[in-house]
């Protein structure tokens, strides 16, 4: 069993930037799974904003956060990272990562797909 935790977030100002982290636990390695992260801002459903393909790197970006993202993975440490820039309060959210074992080239976005969850990590963005 995969477990997921996810770690970094906090208060940010407007326009400021974050780091939040997903951890795998020691039954899991990168190079076998797709990450996601998503989002679920209060009252609106839960979107899926940028993944990462553990075994070469392949990555996606959703729309809405495309230009202020970038996703990356520590393999020694068995992390994904997700940095923010440019953040609105709009960004104020909840952001879970999730995994599902890599079987395609690629990475996925949807969150039916996913097989593992984190528990999520708040990001509230006010001034």
């Known amino acids: 069993q995969l477990r997921l935790m996810e770690s970094g977030g906090d208060l940010v100002h407007p326009g400021g930037s974050l780091n939040v982290s997903c951890a795998l636990s020691?039954?899991?390695?990168?190079?076998?799974?797709?990450i996601t992260w998503f989002r679920q801002a209060p009252g609106k459903a839960r979107e899926g904003i940028s993944c990462?393909?553990?075994?070469?790197?392949?990555?996606k970006y959703a729309d809405v956060m495309k230009d202020r993202l970038t996703i990356s993975v520590d393999y020694g440490k068995n992390i994904v990272y997700l940095q923010m820039s440019s953040l609105k309060p709009e960004d104020t959210a909840v952001y879970y990562c999730?995994?599902?074992?890599?079987?395609?080239?690629?990475?996925?976005?949807?969150?039916?797909?996913?097989?593992?969850w984190g528990k999520g990590t708040l990001v509230t963005v006010s001034s």
């Open positions: 999730a995994a599902i074992l890599d079987r395609w080239v690629g990475c996925s976005l949807n969150g039916a797909s996913m097989e593992y």
């Open positions: 020691s039954r899991g390695t990168l190079d076998n799974f797709h």
């Open positions: 990462i393909r553990g075994s070469d790197g392949i990555t």
